[in-house]
Nanobody, 117 residues
């Protein structure tokens, strides 16, 4: 059974940092590009950051320079370090594992991030 379990969300003030984690099980983690998406109330889910199987990251313009995605294949875990958080970063953050070639796409349950003073 495939599971993606996110953790690390919470309530922080503007300018503070959080690190999200997503622990994967039931998949060959190293063969999956991994991504973080987010969905704010009343808005569509949007891609925040993606990391290839080789460790190359890519970011949405809105988070470039503030967020860092990384992966630890030995721990089957992907991380999202979020610095200089803004109120507009408030959303539910979802972990995604998508192997397009194999036709496999999995989601975590989401973790709430709230940035507010």
């Amino acid at each position: 059974q495939v599971q993606l379990v996110e953790s690390g969300g919470g309530l922080v003030q503007p300018g503070e940092s959080l690190r999200l984690s997503c622990a994967a099980s039931g998949i060959i983690f190293s063969s999956f590009p991994m991504a973080w998406y987010r969905q704010a109330p009343g808005k569509q889910r949007e891609l925040v950051a993606v990391i290839t199987t080789g460790g190359m990251p890519n970011y949405a313009d809105s988070v470039k320079g503030r967020f860092t995605i990384s992966r630890d294949n030995a721990k089957n875990t992907v991380y999202l370090l979020m610095n200089s958080l803004k109120p507009e970063d408030t959303a539910v953050y979802y972990c995604n594992a998508h192997n397009m070639a194999a036709g496999l796409n999995y989601w975590g349950q989401g973790t709430q991030v709230t940035v507010s003073s």
